[in-house]
């Protein structure tokens, strides 16, 4: 299994980005799909999971996020809209093909598969 993960880059504050995960090697229509942060000498924080059976989305922080996922495609997306320099760090797709309860989709100890990192930069 592998997961892709894309869209990261250089953004001024105020602006967007969208970043992608794609999986390969087995579907996770039961499952459930996140996205964590790690920014430059800080822990590694949960940002947002969706399941990709119900759609039911978690968020750390409600409003400038959105979580979304194409099951047709494999694929999970997080769109980012009014981002901050507070938001710059390496961005990580995981990935789990079993179900969870709600509570737990922010750990990321419940994630069998992780992406390689996308690197996303908010100058001010």
């Known amino acids: 299994v592998q997961l892709q993960a894309s869209g990261g880059g250089l953004v001024q504050t105020g602006g967007s980005l969208r970043l992608s995960c794609a999986a390969s090697?087995?579907?996770?229509?039961?499952?459930?799909m996140g996205w964590f942060r790690q920014a430059p000498g800080k822990e590694r924080e949960f940002v947002a999971a969706i399941s990709t059976g119900s759609a039911r989305t978690h968020y750390a922080l409600q409003g400038r996020f959105t979580i979304s996922r194409d099951n047709a495609k494999n694929t999970a997306y997080l769109q980012m809209n009014t981002l901050k320099p507070d938001d710059t760090a390496v961005y990580y797709c995981a990935a789990r093909n079993r179900r969870i309860i709600f509570s737990a989709m922010d750990q990321a100890e419940q994630y069998d598969y992780w992406g390689q990192g996308t690197l996303v930069t908010v100058s001010s």
């Open positions: 090697g087995r579907t996770f229509s039961s499952g459930v």
